[in-house]
């Protein structure tokens, strides 16, 4: 009698947590809206819209409306494409308010861009080798160089900030453009005001390997750089936030790894670009014009990457003639 007494207790308790919501599944639901241009209201077609929780992206048909079946629970959503930002950046949805979640496009043009290569190792593991940008990136975008004094605070004004192969006394993260690049163990200084730590092995590690591999674009192979930084795969399954956009950029020179890639990230609020360039010794000129590259597809430009051309043959020896006889 007792037993029976417990087990109907427990019944009346699975019931109950069943009825409150507990054991239930969240009843799915479908989400749409529409991306419009601020200008001329107009919809805009293939803007990636990305959700949260896991749950794939779709893109915006021509007329710039979206939909997605099969969303549970509260949903992060997040609208998506080169040269433009958005508003809202991004809509907190769940099955009471999934309808005309719409989205405001104006154009995001990065032109500025301050090149940080004074070397001192705040916040930084590593060594420090800086340089400054050659005619392949100063030629397009405005460059600023500070090679000769330390900085202590976020510069302003500017659309992208590069850290060339050195620390950062200030906080990376509050720097207000949209773009941020590290070429090498600049990555160092920005997952230390991310994270806390500039310490390699979580997220990235100093293994690039001697031949470089491009995937996108699919230009072949170069020569890389040996111990540089490169950024792991897992990373964006790692820090809530990081979208990686290997579909723009991306070349590798070992396993499960990027020496160069971008990603989308999403941190305090606020939504930014991420470019890496680890081995950004393969030559000063090549470093410049893979930035360059880089900046133009988050600009939403037409733009081109040339493959580096095999070297030359060495030229063969002649033979000299001998006489034995």
Same mark, same amino acid.
């Given at each position: 009698m007792k037993t029976l007494r417990i087990s109907a207790l427990i019944l009346v308790a699975v019931l109950t947590m069943g009825l409150s919501g507990c054991l239930v599944a969240p009843i799915p639901y479908a989400a749409s809206g529409r991306v419009t241009d601020s200008v001329s209201g107009l919809g805009i077609p293939g803007v990636t819209i990305r959700f949260g929780r896991g749950f794939s992206p779709v893109v915006t048909a021509e007329d710039g409306t979206w939909i997605k079946d099969g969303l549970r629970g509260t949903v992060t959503v997040r609208p998506s494409k080169?040269?433009?930002?958005?508003?809202?950046?991004?809509?907190?949805?769940?099955?009471?308010?999934?309808?005309?979640?719409?989205?405001?496009?104006?154009?995001?043009?990065?032109?500025?861009?301050?090149?940080?290569?004074?070397?001192?190792?705040?916040?930084?593991?590593?060594?420090?080798?800086?340089?400054?940008?050659?005619? /392949?990136?100063?030629?397009?975008?405005? %460059?600023?160089? $500070? *090679?000769?004094? !330390?900085?202590?605070?976020?510069?302003?004004?500017? @659309?992208?900030?590069?850290?060339?192969?050195?620390?950062?006394?200030?906080?990376?993260?509050?720097?207000?453009?949209?773009?941020i690049v590290t070429l090498d163990s600049g990555i160092s200084p920005l997952f230390f005001w991310l994270t806390g730590s500039a310490d390699w092995g979580d997220y990235w590690d100093y293994e690039t390997g001697g031949t470089l591999t491009w995937v996108t674009p699919d230009i072949g192979t170069e020569s890389?750089?040996?111990?540089?930084?490169?950024?792991?795969?897992?990373? /964006?399954?790692?820090?809530?936030?990081? %979208?990686?956009? $290997? *579909?723009?950029? !991306?070349?590798?020179?070992?396993?499960?790894?990027? @020496?160069?890639?971008?990603?989308?990230?999403?941190?305090?609020?606020?939504?930014?670009?991420?470019?890496?360039?680890?081995?950004?010794?393969?030559?000063d000129n090549r470093t410049s014009d893979i930035v360059r590259y880089a900046l133009d597809l988050i600009n939403g430009f037409d733009s081109t990457l040339e493959p580096v051309p095999p070297p030359e043959p060495s030229a063969a020896h002649p033979r000299s003639s001998s006489n034995n006889k």
């Open positions: 080169p040269g433009l930002e958005f508003a809202p950046w991004a809509a907190v949805i769940d099955r009471s308010n999934a309808l005309n979640i719409d989205f405001v496009a104006s154009p995001m043009v990065v032109e500025t861009v301050y090149w940080y290569s004074f070397a001192n190792e705040a916040n930084f593991e590593g060594g420090t080798d800086p340089f400054n940008p050659t005619d /392949e990136l100063t030629s397009v975008y405005g %460059v600023t160089v $500070n *090679d000769s004094s !330390e900085l202590t605070t976020a510069p302003e004004g500017y @659309d992208a900030l590069v850290i060339c192969d050195t620390g950062a006394s200030f906080d990376v993260t509050e720097f207000d453009g949209p773009v890389g750089y040996d111990y540089d930084a490169l950024v792991f795969h897992d990373l /964006e399954d790692s820090l809530a936030g990081f %979208v990686r956009r $290997n *579909d723009l950029l !991306e070349a590798y020179s070992t396993a499960d790894a990027d @020496d160069i890639v971008i990603y989308e990230i999403e941190s305090d609020g606020k939504y930014w670009w991420w470019v890496h360039v680890g081995p950004a010794h393969i030559g």
